[in-house]
C-alpha cells in the first residue's frame, strides 16, 4: 500500500510516498529558512506564499523518487492541522484537488500524531503502549500511547514551546534564525553550569513552561551588556542589548549563556519525561519533534535510558524536524480503518489531538 503524504502546516513543504506505513521510498522537504531568517522568525503570508510555488515541483519530485504515478497510490494523505492556517490551506487544497482529479481516497492526519508514528519509521520500532514526548517549535507536549488513536494527553505547554524558546533566546543574543542548530553548536562549547537559569518544574503537573528562562536570559543579557555600558552600570534596563552583543560574544560568554539556557530546558524535558514513566508504569519512550535534534537532548534521553532500564526510540534527526514521511505513516492505520477525509475537509490552526 504506497500512501503519499503532504505537509505544509508551517514552513517546509514537504511530501512523501511510504509502503505500509513503515517504508519510505521517497521524502522531499523544501525548506523555507532563506526566506524568514532575515526576520528573525516565520513570517506566515510568506510561508503560504512560497507552499504555493513549491507544492507541486515538491509533490511531483516525491512521486519520481519514489518511481510511481499518481495512478499506483492507494490514498493520499494530507496535515489538516494545527498549524499556521494559510500553510495549511495550500497542503489541503492541494491534496484536495489531486484527489477530486484522480478519484483517489483522501485522508487528513494531525500533525502532532504525524510526530508519534515518526518513530515507526525506523527500526526498531517500539510496542505500545509508550510514552511520546513531542517537542518541536510550536508544540512541547507528553503523551500516553496506547495504540492507534488511543492516546491521551499527559502535559502540554502553557507559553512558549521548548523550540519557540531557542528561537527568541537565539534572537536575543543575535544568533540569527533558527535557533535550535546553533545553540546546541555554542552550547557545545560553553558551560551549562555557569548560570543558574530558573527552571518550571511545575509540581505536580506534567506541563511545560518555557517563557520564564527566555525572560531570565533577556535580563541576564541587560546586566551583562550594562557593566560593560560606559554611565550605565546602574541601569540595566535602560541598556541596549543589540549594541553591546559583539562584546559579550567575543567574551565568550554567550557560549555559556547558550550552554546553560540548553541545559535549563533539556533538565526539564528529560525530568518530566522521568516524571510520566513512573507515574504511568511505562518504560518506553519516543522522542520526536524539531527539537529531538538537538544533540544533548538526544544524549541526556539516551543515558537515561540506559540508567533507568527505559527503551528509548529516538527517529533520525531527518524525521524529526517537519516532513511528510510521518503523516503518511499516520495515515496508513487511517486507511486501513476506513477513516477517510471528504472533499469538505478544512484546516484548523488548532487542533488537538
Excluded at 511531483?60 to 493520499?76: P, Q
Excluded at 525530568?271 to 538537538?294: D, F, Q, Y
Aim: some cysteine; aromatic content about 8%; proline content about 5%.
Amino acid at each position: 500500500m504506497l500512501i503519499l503524504g503532504i505537509d505544509t502546516s508551517c514552513d517546509d513543504t514537504a511530501a512523501s510516498v511510504v509502503e505500509d506505513g513503515v517504508k519510505i521510498i521517497s521524502n522531499i522537504v523544501s525548506s523555507q529558512t532563506d526566506i524568514h531568517a532575515k526576520y528573525g522568525g516565520i513570517v506566515p503570508e510568506l510561508a503560504s506564499r512560497r507552499h504555493i510555488e513549491m507544492i507541486w515541483p515538491v509533490v511531483d519530485e516525491a512521486l519520481k523518487s519514489a518511481g510511481i504515478k499518481l495512478e499506483g497510490l492507494s490514498a493520499i494523505a494530507v496535515c489538516h492541522g494545527p498549524g499556521l492556517i494559510g500553510s495549511l490551506l495550500v497542503g489541503c487544497s492541494f491534496a484536495k484537488a489531486l484527489c477530486f482529479s484522480r478519484n483517489l481516497p483522501l485522508v487528513a492526519v494531525n500533525h502532532l500524531e504525524g510526530h508519534v508514528f515518526s518513530a515507526f519509521l525506523e527500526e526498531p520500532r517500539p510496542e505500545f503502549p509508550f510514552i511520546s514526548l513531542v517537542a518541536s517549535g510550536g508544540h512541547t507536549s507528553l503523551y500516553r500511547v496506547d495504540g492507534f488513536e488511543r492516546y491521551t494527553e499527559l502535559g502540554r505547554t502553557r507559553d512558549d514551546a521548548a523550540g519557540e524558546a531557542y528561537d527568541k533566546v537565539s534572537k536575543l543574543l543575535g544568533l540569527g534564525y533558527p535557533g535550535g542548530p546553533v545553540i546546541d553548536k555554542l552550547a557545545s562549547e560553553g558551560n551549562p553550569g555557569a548560570i543558574d537559569f530558573p527552571r518550571a518544574y511545575l509540581p505536580e503537573s506534567f506541563d511545560f513552561s518555557f517563557s520564564g528562562v527566555k525572560t531570565a536570559v533577556l535580563h541576564y543579557l541587560r546586566k551583562e551588556a550594562g557593566k560593560r555600558a560606559s554611565g550605565e552600570a546602574g541601569k540595566p534596563e535602560n541598556t541596549d542589548i543589540t549594541s553591546r552583543l559583539a562584546d559579550l560574544q567575543t567574551s565568550g560568554l554567550v557560549k555559556d549563556i547558550a550552554a546553560s539556557f540548553q541545559a535549563c530546558v533539556i533538565d526539564v524535558l528529560v525530568r518530566k519525561t522521568e516524571w510520566a514513566i513512573r507515574k504511568e508504569g511505562i518504560r518506553r519512550v519516543t522522542l520526536s519533534g524539531g527539537v529531538s535534534a538537538n544533540s544533548e537532548l538526544r544524549r541526556r534521553m539516551e543515558k537515561m535510558g540506559e540508567e533507568g532500564d527505559v527503551e528509548i526510540f529516538i527517529p533520525s534527526v531527518s524525521l524529526c524536524t517537519d516532513n511528510a514521511a510521518m503523516i503518511a505513516a499516520a495515515a496508513f492505520h487511517y486507511f486501513n480503518a476506513g477513516r477517510l477525509a471528504g472533499m469538505d475537509l478544512n484546516p484548523k490552526a488548532y487542533l488537538p489531538m
